[in-house]
T-cell receptor, first 108, second 116 residues
Framework: RKEVEQDPGPFNVPEGATVAFNCTYS??????FFWYRQDCRKEPKLLMS???SGNEDGRFTAQLNRASQYISLLIRDSKLSDSATYLC?????????FGAGTTVTVRA | GAGVSQSPSNKVTEKGKDVELRCDPI?????LYWYRQRLGQGLEFLIY????????KSGLPSDRFSAERTGESVSTLTIQRTQQEDSAVYLC??????????????FGPGTRLTVL
């Protein structure tokens, strides 16, 4: 079983729509959680950390459910520039485990 | 300030040849990581350096892979006798410290390795 599993998508949504997706992780001892964004043929970049109480960063909302071991990301009012692959990332000690990514395409 | 840099950006080699990939971390970052990303897949952890501690090599897929780091500076990843399955993007990341739950890893642009 992979440490981090994500629905690969693609999620194809119109501008202005809301899109949400999640991932699950297998290691219950995981300590911290992140969403990274990766554009085509580019390196991953941190989008946001995910906290147990849930957190928002502009149009992005992340939720963590430790009991069920899943993490979600919601994007409101989608922009064309949100088109990317979103990587669910879980930290245990110093090691990050990456999901394979969820591809989001926002169309005009 | 300068981010993580990697060289070369692209490398095409023949099966059986050795390759060396270089990573320059952000100045002052004590932790350095190497990952591999095959086409359409997630990142696989390869190796981790933290200061002068012994590296964690648990992610290296075979003994053909090795990496070195001098102090808290440049790291090189060497792949000997390359195979076609080694074709991937090799990403390097650095972070200010390690073990702290929220230390952000900053990635370099990667080296795209193609083994013919």
């Amino acid at each position: 079983r992979k440490e981090v599993e994500q629905d690969p998508g693609p999620f194809n949504v119109p501008e202005g729509a809301t899109v949400a997706f999640n991932c699950t992780y297998s290691n219950s001892a995981s300590q911290s959680f992140f969403w990274y964004r990766q554009d085509c043929r580019k390196e991953p970049k941190l989008l946001m950390s995910v906290y147990s109480s849930g957190n928002e960063d502009g149009r992005f909302t992340a939720q963590l459910n430790r009991a069920s071991q899943y993490i979600s990301l919601l994007i409101r009012d989608s922009k064309l520039s949100d088109s990317a692959t979103y990587l669910c990332v879980v930290n245990h000690d110093y090691k990050l485990s990456f999901g394979a990514g969820t591809t989001v395409t926002v169309r005009a | 300030g300068a981010g993580v840099s990697q060289s070369p950006s692209n490398k095409v080699t023949e099966k059986g040849k050795d390759v060396e990939l270089r990573c320059d971390p952000i100045s002052g970052h004590t932790a350095l990581y190497w990952y591999r990303q095959r086409l359409g897949q997630g990142l696989e952890f390869l190796i981790y350096f933290q200061g002068n501690s012994a590296p964690d090599k648990s992610g290296l897929p075979s003994d053909r892979f090795s990496a070195e780091r001098t102090g808290e500076s440049v790291s090189t990843l060497t792949i000997q006798r390359t195979q076609q399955e080694d074709s991937a993007v090799y990403l390097c990341a650095s972070s200010l410290t390690s073990g702290a739950n929220t230390d952000t890893q900053y990635f370099g642009p990667g080296t795209r390795l193609t083994v013919l």
